[in-house]
Nanobody
């Protein structure tokens, strides 16, 4: 069982930065691949990026070059550094965990989810 808690969301102006954190419970965090997704009002949850057990990362085209995912296994935490934010990045951001070496772009491949954190980017 893994419990995930996101934090770090907030209101920021376009062009600004935020860093989201996802803290995980459990002693096997290092064996999980992690993913970040986001969901805007009235829309489906969409893939943002993922990080493997060995910290290999993969990003959606819409955030590539602006967002960076990292993990600190000693702290059971995964991070999403978001730079050059745009109004279209406004959404609730969720982290997910899945057993296995690599992340996935598909929501259903993740077993555990956090409660989400709101990110609002003003123009």
């Amino acid at each position: 069982q893994v419990q995930l808690v996101e934090s770090g969301g907030g209101l920021v102006q376009a062009g600004g930065s935020l860093r989201l954190s996802c803290a995980a419970s459990g002693r096997t965090f290092s064996s999980y691949a992690m993913g970040w997704f986001r969901q805007a009002p009235g829309k489906e949850r969409k893939f943002v990026g993922s990080i493997s057990e060995s910290s290999s990362t993969y990003y959606a085209d819409s955030v590539k070059g602006r967002f960076t995912i990292s993990r600190d296994n000693a702290k059971n935490t995964v991070y999403l550094q978001m730079n050059s934010l745009k109004p279209e990045d406004t959404a609730v951001y969720y982290c997910g965990a899945r057993s296995g070496r690599y992340g996935s772009i598909f929501v259903n491949d993740y077993t555990y989810w956090g409660q989400g954190t709101q990110v609002t980017v003003s123009s």
